[in-house]
C-alpha cells in the first residue's frame, strides 16, 4: 500500500531528472557549437516565456478535463523532443528546438501538481507536497550527478536520458488510476487546527508574499542553471564539477523539504523566509568573490537553504485552502518561471558586455532587492487593504 500510493509521486522525480539531465547537456553542447553567454540566455530565457505564458493556461485546462490527461500528452512529447535533440548538429537549430522544453514542461508541471494537492491518501497536504518535492529535487540530484560525466563521454548521453526518463514517466502516469478529490477544500479536509485559526486575508497575504519570494529567487537559480555552466566552461573547470556543485544545492533542498514537511512552526511566519534569503544572497556574493569549485559548494548550501524555502513555501500556500488548485498551481509555475525567464536573459548580457563574474553580483541585487519588497510590502497598510480586497473578490466568485 505504501508503494502504490507513494508511485505518484515517482514522475515527478524522473521529469525533473530528465529536464536537468536535458538542460546541462543542451547548456555545453551549445557552448562546444559556438554559442556565446548571450546567446545561451536568449534561448532559456525563450523556453521559459512559453512556460510562464501555458503553465497558467494548461493548469485552468485540467480544472476542466481532469489532472491525468494533460501530463500524460506533456510528458511523451518531451521524450520525442530529447530523443531528437542529439541529431541536431548546427546550433541554429538547436537553439529553435530547445525552447518547445518550456512549452511541454507548462503543460506537465500545473496540472500534476493540482493532482497532488487534491489526492485523499490520509496524509495532510504538507505531507504529500514533502513527498513531491523530495521527489522532484532527488531527481534533480540523479540528473546533474550522471548528466556532467555523460556529456564527458559521449554528448548524446544527456539527451538519451531525458528521452529515456520522461517516457518511463508517461508509462507510469497512464498505468495511475484518475485522481481522487476531495470535496471540500483542503485545510478543513485535513483537520489541520493550527492552520484553519489562520483569517482568510492572512493565508491571501502570505500566499502572495510566496510568491514575491519565489520571483525572485528563481532569477537567480535561472543564472545559476544557464550561465554558471559558461562561467565553469571558461575557467577550464570540468563539466563534472557543475554536476557536483549542482548536486550540493539540490541535497540541501532535500534536507529543507524534509525538514518543512516534518514541522508546522514556519506556518504564516516570515522570519524563517527572510533568513533563507539571506543566506541565499550571502552564497551568489561568495561565488563572485572567488573561482575555487570548493568554496562554490558552501555559496550552493546557503543557495540550497533558499530555494527549499521559498520553493516549498509557495507551493503550500498555493494549494492550501483553495477549490481552483490548477490555476492556483499554474500562478506558482507561472511566477516562478518568470524569474527564470528574466535571469539568463540579462546575466547573459552582463556575462558578454560587463564581465563574466558580474551575474553574480546581479544575483546578490536581485535577492536583496526581493528582500526588501517583501519587508515593505508586508509592513505597507495599502498591500494589506489590497489583499483584503482581493480575498473579498475571490470568495464572490466562489459563491
Known amino acids: 500500500m505504501t508503494i502504490k500510493r507513494n508511485l505518484i509521486f515517482l514522475p515527478a522525480l524522473l521529469m525533473d531528472m530528465s529536464t536537468n539531465g536535458a538542460i546541462l547537456g543542451m547548456t555545453f553542447y551549445a557552448s562546444k557549437l559556438g554559442a556565446s553567454p548571450l546567446i545561451i540566455g536568449i534561448t532559456a530565457s525563450t523556453s521559459t516565456l512559453l512556460y510562464v505564458i501555458f503553465s497558467r493556461i494548461f493548469g485552468k485546462l485540467s480544472d476542466r478535463v481532469g489532472r491525468k490527461r494533460v501530463p500524460q500528452i506533456a510528458s511523451l512529447c518531451f521524450s520525442i523532443l530529447y530523443f531528437l535533440m542529439p541529431n541536431i548538429k548546427t546550433l541554429p537549430f538547436l537553439v529553435t528546438f530547445f525552447p518547445l522544453t518550456g512549452f511541454f514542461l507548462s503543460a506537465f508541471w500545473s496540472p500534476y501538481e493540482a493532482w497532488i494537492g487534491e489526492i485523499s491518501d490520509g496524509r495532510p497536504l504538507e505531507k504529500r507536497v514533502r513527498m513531491f518535492n523530495l521527489a522532484w529535487t532527488i531527481g534533480v540530484m540523479i540528473g546533474n550527478a550522471i548528466s556532467g560525466y555523460a556529456y564527458e563521454w559521449d554528448h548524446r548521453i544527456p539527451f538519451y536520458f531525458a528521452s529515456c526518463g520522461s517516457f518511463i514517466a508517461m508509462a507510469i ?17 485535513e ?24 520571483f525572485f529567487a528563481w532569477i537567480t537559480l535561472g543564472v545559476l542553471r544557464y550561465i554558471f555552466p559558461k562561467l565553469i566552461s571558461d575557467l577550464g573547470i570540468l563539466p563534472r564539477y557543475y554536476g557536483i556543485l549542482m548536486l550540493i544545492w539540490s541535497g540541501t533542498q532535500v534536507f529543507m523539504f524534509y525538514i518543512l514537511g516534518a514541522t508546522k512552526k514556519w506556518h504564516y511566519r516570515i522570519e ?29 548550501v546557503f543557495f540550497g537553504i533558499q530555494t527549499g524555502m521559498v520553493y516549498f513555501s509557495s507551493l503550500y500556500y498555493s494549494l492550501c485552502g483553495h477549490a481552483d488548485t490548477g490555476n492556483k498551481s499554474g500562478w506558482h509555475e507561472s511566477i516562478l518561471s518568470s524569474g527564470a ?28 532587492t526581493g528582500l526588501l519588497t517583501q519587508i515593505f510590502l508586508m509592513r505597507s497598510n495599502w498591500f494589506n487593504k489590497k489583499i483584503g480586497n482581493l480575498n473579498m473578490e475571490c470568495k464572490d466568485e466562489n459563491n
Open 173 to 189: 502516469i497512464s498505468l495511475h488510476s484518475k485522481p481522487i478529490v476531495n470535496n471540500v477544500p483542503i485545510d478543513k479536509a
Open 191 to 214: 483537520n489541520n487546527k493550527d492552520d484553519n485559526n489562520i483569517p482568510s486575508y492572512m493565508r491571501m497575504k502570505f500566499l502572495y508574499m510566496s510568491w514575491i519570494a519565489i
Open 272 to 300: 524563517f523566509s527572510i533568513i533563507c534569503q539571506i543566506l541565499g544572497c550571502i552564497g551568489f556574493f561568495i561565488i563572485y568573490i572567488t573561482n575555487y569549485p570548493i568554496i562554490w559548494g558552501i555559496a550552493l
Open 341 to 368: 525567464f528574466i535571469g539568463p536573459f540579462i546575466a547573459g548580457a552582463m556575462a558578454k558586455y560587463i564581465g563574466i563574474k558580474s551575474p553574480y553580483m546581479f544575483c546578490v541585487f536581485v535577492i536583496l
